[in-house]
């Protein structure tokens, strides 16, 4: 089985930075997977908000969070990361963390794409 378990989420204030990170848990290796981040706002549909490619060469960004967040990974440790600065009350959502392991296909925004997903943790940001 593939098991992902996030943490880091919490209350923040606006303008502060808060940093998610993702624990894959795989008899496969980690190295090989794709990682996205999706995150999902009350009375919203999940949205797409940032991916990374198996050997973190190619990276991609919503463009309501480019330049503000950064994704990572540390695929010794097989964690994935979410660096969230200068964070606004529009980030408040629960995010989730997802891994695609036909990387080969590339990087993905679709929810399609990813075969396994954590179970979510809120973030919410004050004024």
């Known amino acids: 089985q593939v098991q992902l378990v996030e943490s880091g989420g919490g209350l923040v204030q606006a303008g502060g930075s808060l940093r998610l990170s993702c624990v894959v848990n795989s008899d496969y290796t980690f190295g090989t997977y794709n990682m996205g981040w999706f995150r999902q706002a009350p009375g919203k549909d999940r949205e797409f908000v940032s991916a990374?490619?198996?050997?973190?060469?190619?990276?991609d960004y919503a463009d309501s969070v480019k330049g503000r967040f950064t994704i990572s990974r540390d695929n010794a440790k097989k964690t994935g990361y979410l660096q969230m600065n200068i964070v606004k009350r529009e980030d408040t959502a629960v995010y989730y963390c997802a891994v695609d392991r036909e990387s080969w296909l590339g990087v993905s925004r679709s929810e399609s794409r990813y075969e396994y997903w954590g179970q979510g943790t809120q973030v919410t940001v004050s004024s």
């Open positions: 990374v490619s198996w050997n973190g060469g190619n990276e």
